[in-house]
């Protein structure tokens, strides 16, 4: 297979990008459903979209849509597919093999749903449950967390992730258990953070009710490893299953959605998926220029490998969308912060840039200025929505004011007066600008999956698998190393200076 250096889309891009073109069509922007995609701040002209656009087909792009949509082994490393369209789509458009699976432990998992919110699921003491925690870290907790931050809903759902103990302590703290549902959400049902926050969780639950069959009553686990969730304490019939052909980033809208099923109830929920088979159905069929996730990963493309921009930022103009450029940093960053191409050579050119990002006009006042005036290269995704869902009408008009404003600055930069050099904004920073005319499910699973498909787009082209994170593992190892080290162990394999600081730790700690 040849490199895709060495493809003459690519050749043709090194040259236009040596040309430093600045026109600027005036506009250019795709629509689908709601959900508006603004790129006229992109330093592109149609010459340099028509050369992405033929490095989408020279990399075969588009026989690699339809080899993840049909369930093909994408996932090379670990021998899957990656099916999270798969959930989303109507039955009769899932893949032969799946579908009943998908119909049937979905309908389960919204029937939990029910329960729960309808008061029929009771703990131990016969109180319905009025918060749930659910704990979960990575793709366990980002998705659910970013969709029931956004769209809100009527129950009280907090999230758990990391293993620091005031993180669990806080979790708790204020909750009655007898009223409290405990999700513990783990693909594999081995993660350290996870099953030690569990763990806490169960302690807590029987230190306070003294019934040893709360667990049973009060947990409930989402899993591909159903017998460690039953070794754990938890009955099958409160295990719900998830698929190894759904990753962890990918899972939300699996039963690790039970959370925001529990949150909106089953027509918000099933509307979510509704939104993201949208942008399935239009990423699947539309022509390249008109298909959105393909445009925005061939901008992603132009900016971080032949613009220099070695970082992204993703600037949230709207509170309710606060998680989500936490939400793409594991989405983009795990699935293609790869180094070694899907052949096992090493990748000659860059893959993911970092992700970043923050919140509104909070961020503004904070890195905004490195974005105007700094010396490094990035690129930037606008996201705000125009209808707010609150009548505080003129808070809206500008906050929406700022976001086109900053976008702006970005662009044109100003020249500095003549005695003030310092002031002068160089401009010419590319940013796309996503609009949403509001925000409810149906949106909200567009602009997911809309992101999700970029991220499938940018990895054919670079060659490398966007659904394992080999990656993760050697720190998990070290650490379970360094844990042991700081009790009473010796270990004379960890690395030196890790030991002077365990000892430092130690003698703290004593
Ligand atoms: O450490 C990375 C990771 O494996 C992520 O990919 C995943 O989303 C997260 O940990 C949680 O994994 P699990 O669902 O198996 O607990």
């Not at 993660?191 to 302690?203: G, K």
């Not at 919140?359 to 005036?373: R, V």
């Not at 992101?451 to 499938?456: D, N, P, Q, R, T």
Request: glycine content about 8%.
């Amino acid at each position: 297979m040849t490199a895709v250096q060495d493809l003459r889309s690519w050749n043709r891009l090194v040259a236009l990008a040596a040309q430093e073109r600045i026109s600027r069509p005036a506009s250019m922007r795709l629509d689908t459903g709601g959900l508006l995609m603004d790129f006229s701040r992109q330093r592109i002209d149609q010459d340099i979209i028509d050369a992405l656009i033929a490095l989408a087909q020279e990399s075969d792009l588009p026989s690699a849509i339809e080899d993840l949509f049909e369930g093909a082994t994408v996932n090379a490393s670990e021998r899957r597919a990656a099916l999270h369209t798969a959930i989303r789509a109507p039955h009769h458009e899932r893949p032969d093999g799946v579908a009943d699976v998908i119909e049937a432990e979905q309908a389960r998992m919204l029937d939990v749903a029910r329960h729960v919110r309808e008061g029929d699921w009771r703990g131990a003491t016969g109180k319905p449950f009025s918060t749930v925690v659910h704990i979960g870290i990575g793709g366990s907790r980002l998705g659910p967390e970013l969709v029931v931050n956004a769209l809100g809903g009527d129950f009280d759902i907090r999230f758990l992730s990391n293993v620091d103990g005031n993180a669990a302590i806080r979790a708790f703290a204020d909750l009655d258990p007898n009223e409290t549902l405990i999700v513990v959400a783990s693909k594999s049902f081995g993660t350290l953070e996870t099953l030690t926050n569990a763990r806490y969780a169960r302690s807590w639950l029987l230190e306070r009710t003294g019934d040893e069959n709360a667990v049973a009553r009060h947990f409930v686990a989402v899993t591909a490893n159903i017998e460690a969730a039953r070794r754990f304490g938890i009955p099958a019939d409160r295990c719900l299953p998830i698929w190894d052909w759904i990753g962890g980033r990918y899972s939300l809208w699996s039963a690790v959605g039970l959370p925001i099923a529990i949150a909106l109830g089953e027509t918000g929920f099933r509307e979510l998926l509704g939104g993201a088979h949208h942008m399935d159905h239009h990423f699947r069929t539309s022509p390249s220029a008109q298909n959105l996730p393909l445009m925005l990963a061939l901008l992603g493309i132009w900016n971080n490998n032949f613009l220099d921009a070695s970082t992204h930022a993703v600037l949230v103009y709207d509170h309710r969308l606060a998680i989500l450029p936490q939400f793409l940093q594991q989405l983009e960053m795990e699935s293609s912060g790869k180094s070694v191409t899907n052949d096992g050579s090493p990748s000659r050119i860059d893959t993911a840039p970092v992700i970043w990002g923050g919140e509104e006009t909070d961020g503004q006042h904070a890195f905004h200025q490195l974005l105007h005036q700094g010396t490094r290269a990035f690129s930037a995704d606008f996201v705000a929505v125009a209808n707010p869902g609150h009548d505080l009408a003129d808070q809206h008009r500008w906050l929406l004011a700022n976001c086109l404003g900053q976008g702006e600055a970005l662009l044109t930069g100003a020249p500095s007066p003549a005695d003030a050099p310092h002031q002068a904004v160089a401009g010419n920073h590319p940013s796309t600008t996503l609009l949403l005319d509001r925000l409810d499910s149906r949106r909200l699973g567009m602009l997911i999956a809309l992101y999700e498909h970029k991220v499938f787009c940018q990895s054919v082209i670079w060659g490398i698998n966007p659904f394992d994170q080999w990656g993760v593992e050697l720190g998990k190892q070290l650490a379970r190393r360094v844990y042991d080290a700081l009790g009473v162990s010796t270990d004379d394999t960890i690395d030196e200076s890790t030991a002077s600081l365990v000892d430092v730790l130690k003698s703290y700690r004593r």
